[in-house]
Every structure is written in C-alpha cells, then in structure tokens.
C-alpha cells in the first residue's frame, strides 16, 4: 500500500516477516551471518556454487584463527587450500604452517575423520572424531572450537551414503555441539548434488541457518549478496539517505556479467527516488538485458503499478511472491 513519506516519496509496506526472516508458515530457524555464529551453533550451509562457499567458510575458518578459537575442518584438500587462507589476516599473510603446528588449525582427512576399513562413511566415526577435538580443545588453551566439513561427497557418486545415515550424521554432530559452550559447527553441502527432498530433510536437522555476511547494514537497510539467483536482497527501508550505497553495490555485483535479480520480499519501504535509482541501472544495461525483482508482495507491486512499469524500463517482475516459494537449506 502506497503512503506519504515525510521526504516528499512514495512508499509502500511489505508484510512483516517472522523474526527469523520466514513466512509464517514456515519451520522456525535461526538465520546469522557467518560472523555471527557463536557456540552451541549446529548450522547448515547448502551452497550453489565455489564462490557462496568460499566467502561463507573462509570467513569462518579466519574469524577462528583470529580470535583464538581452534578450527577443525574435516577434507581431503590441503591446509594452504582451505577457503580465505589465500588472503592476509590483519593485514598480514597467514602462516598455515604456523596455525597447524601448534594445533589451532587441524585439517582431518576423510579417512581418519569418517570412513571405516572398507572405505564407507561411518556417521558415528565422525561424531567421535569432531568429540575428541572438542574434549581436548580447552586443555589446549583454546575458547572456542569452529568445526566443519562438506557432506557433498558423502551425497553424491558411486558408493553415496542413503538420507537415513546422513540423517542419523546431523542428529550425532547436532547432540555433539548443541550443549556446548564451546563448539560451534557448519555443516556444507552442494545443493547441486542432492534432491530438494534430501535438501529439506537435511536442512531441519539444524536450527540456524548460515549466509554471507551483509555487504550492508546500517540498522535501517541491509543489503546481502544473493548466489543463486545472482543479486541481492534488500531488507528494511530504502531512502535518499541510502541510494548512494545501493547504487554502489548494483554497480559492483552487475561486473559479474550476468543478469542481475534483487530479492524484495523483506523490503518495507522504498521512496520514488529509490524506484528512479532501479530503473536508472537498469536503462544503463545491454538492450537485451533487464534488472529482475523477484517475490514481489501484492502491496509493492501495487505501488509500481501506481507509478506505471512503462515509465521504469527495464525493471522486470521475477520469480514467486514474497514467501511464496521453499527456500532449500537457506
């Protein structure tokens, strides 16, 4: 519904998502930030590609090396191949070899970690393996443990564990790290490499949700990169005070190349200035290219349709309504 704004705009008013940031209708979960997972923490990752993986993982294998914290991370790639390590910490370049040697960064191989004598994944075995690390973390002098692993493998392939044992996993990692004060964990996977049934089964085994870290938030709009579809979301309220930040992070997510799409469905209010600011980005794209708002509530297509979408070219409604679609793990 569109309304007066007392800076001389026109506004509207989604519906007000759950704490959480799900329709009413959905599970409850916790949804964080990865720098803003604490302990007790079992939380899921399903990502849609490298990149979403890489900003959310190595984000949370250095915010551990950072703060003291020991970081357990059960692959088979090597330690200087881990997400974010390729990157200075605090302005300097990370020693793997320091972090590893005096225990603060274990990197476990599947085989140690949770795979029996014939090679098959043994749920229990990896609870067991991610108990001990935490059991002796404290006696090392660590105050906190960041556990992680990426179950893609174990989903995918010949020799693929059934949803029942994956199930059973999450439930021992889950008993694992819930009750602790010290432990927290991310559970990854590749959407890409499961069904959205065993996404979903998967996903309520975990009571937070993790994603990328905001590209901005000030307390009134929050702005966070999107993977699948490529974007971003808008959460809060866009005015003039912000359409310098939002023009600065539609210019740099549109260097990717590909169609951009901004996810509304948590958007409150945006101003006629903010509507131009859209529709001037999108006149600035290839003839064949359009910016995409995708989970449009009734109430912010009305006002669009008020302004009239012939005088925002190049502005396109995409997918669903706002919280009218499943959302996979996220």
Same mark, same amino acid.
């Given at each position: 519904?569109?309304?007066?704004?007392?800076?001389?705009?026109?506004?509207?008013? !989604?519906?007000?998502?759950?704490?959480?940031?799900? @329709?009413?209708?959905?599970?409850?979960?916790?949804?964080?930030?990865?720098?803003?997972? =604490?302990?007790?923490?079992?939380?899921?990752?399903?990502?849609?590609?490298?990149?979403?993986?890489? =900003?959310?993982? #190595?984000? *949370?294998?250095?915010?551990?090396?950072?703060?003291?914290?020991?970081?357990?991370?059960?692959?088979?790639?090597?330690?200087?191949?881990?997400?974010?390590?390729?990157?200075?910490?605090?302005?300097?370049?990370?020693?793997?070899?320091?972090?590893?040697?005096? #225990?603060?960064?274990?990197?476990? @191989?599947?085989?140690?970690?949770?795979?029996?004598?014939?090679?098959?994944?043994?749920?229990?075995?990896?609870?067991?393996?991610?108990?001990?690390?935490?059991?002796?973390?404290?006696?090392?002098? *660590?105050?906190?443990?960041?556990?992680?692993?990426?179950?893609?493998?174990?989903? @995918?392939?010949?020799?693929?564990?059934?949803?029942?044992?994956?199930?059973? &996993?999450?439930?021992?990692?889950?008993?694992?790290?819930?009750? @602790?004060?010290?432990?927290?964990?991310? &559970?990854? $996977?590749?959407?890409?490499? &499961?069904?959205?049934?065993?996404?979903?089964?998967?996903?309520?085994?975990?009571?937070?949700?993790?994603?990328?870290?905001?590209? *901005?938030?000030?307390?009134?709009?929050?702005?966070?990169?999107?993977?699948?579809?490529? !974007?971003?979301?808008?959460?809060?309220?866009?005015?003039?005070?912000?359409?310098?930040?939002?023009?600065?992070?539609?210019?740099?997510?549109?260097?990717?190349?590909?169609?951009?799409?901004?996810?509304?469905?948590?958007?409150? *209010?945006?101003?006629?200035?903010?509507?131009?600011?859209?529709?001037?980005?999108?006149?600035?794209?290839?003839?064949?290219?359009?910016? $995409?708002?995708?989970?449009?509530?009734?109430?912010?297509?009305?006002?669009?349709?008020?302004? #009239?979408?012939?005088?925002?070219?190049?502005? $396109?409604?995409?997918?669903?309504?706002?919280?009218?679609?499943?959302?996979?793990?996220?």
């Amino acid at each position: 519904m569109g309304f007066p704004n007392p800076g001389g705009g026109v506004g509207w008013t !989604g519906p007000a998502p759950t704490p959480d940031g799900h @329709s009413m209708d959905a599970p409850w979960f916790a949804k964080r930030p990865v720098s803003d997972v =604490r302990p007790g923490d079992h939380g899921w990752l399903a990502y849609a590609g490298a990149e979403e993986r890489d =900003r959310v993982i #190595g984000t *949370f294998v250095r915010e551990g090396l950072r703060h003291n914290e020991k970081v357990v991370y059960v692959t088979d790639a090597p330690a200087d191949g881990l997400p974010g390590l390729d990157r200075p910490l605090d302005g300097h370049r990370i020693d793997v070899g320091a972090y590893t040697r005096i #225990g603060q960064l274990r990197v476990i @191989s599947r085989a140690d970690a949770c795979l029996d004598r014939r090679g098959a994944f043994e749920p229990a075995m990896l609870a067991d393996t991610l108990g001990r690390e935490l059991g002796g973390a404290f006696a090392e002098g *660590f105050r906190a443990v960041r556990l992680t692993t990426d179950h893609s493998w174990a989903l @995918s392939g010949p020799g693929r564990a059934d949803l029942a044992q994956m199930l059973g &996993c999450e439930h021992r990692v889950g008993d694992t790290v819930a009750p @602790s004060t010290m432990a927290m964990a991310i &559970c990854q $996977v590749d959407r890409r490499t &499961c069904s959205g049934a065993e996404l979903l089964a998967l996903r309520d085994t975990h009571e937070v949700l993790i994603e990328v870290d905001p590209e *901005f938030d000030d307390g009134v709009l929050r702005i966070v990169r999107t993977f699948e579809p490529h !974007g971003l979301r808008l959460e809060g309220e866009l005015d003039g005070a912000r359409h310098t930040v939002l023009a600065e992070r539609l210019a740099a997510v549109n260097r990717a190349g590909r169609r951009v799409h901004l996810d509304v469905a948590r958007l409150r *209010f945006i101003d006629l200035g903010g509507l131009n600011l859209l529709a001037q980005h999108a006149l600035a794209l290839p003839a064949d290219e359009a910016l $995409v708002l995708d989970h449009l509530a009734p109430d912010v297509e009305n006002v669009i349709e008020m302004v #009239g979408w012939r005088r925002l070219p190049g502005l $396109v409604r995409g997918a669903g309504a706002a919280g009218g679609t499943e959302d996979l793990g996220r």
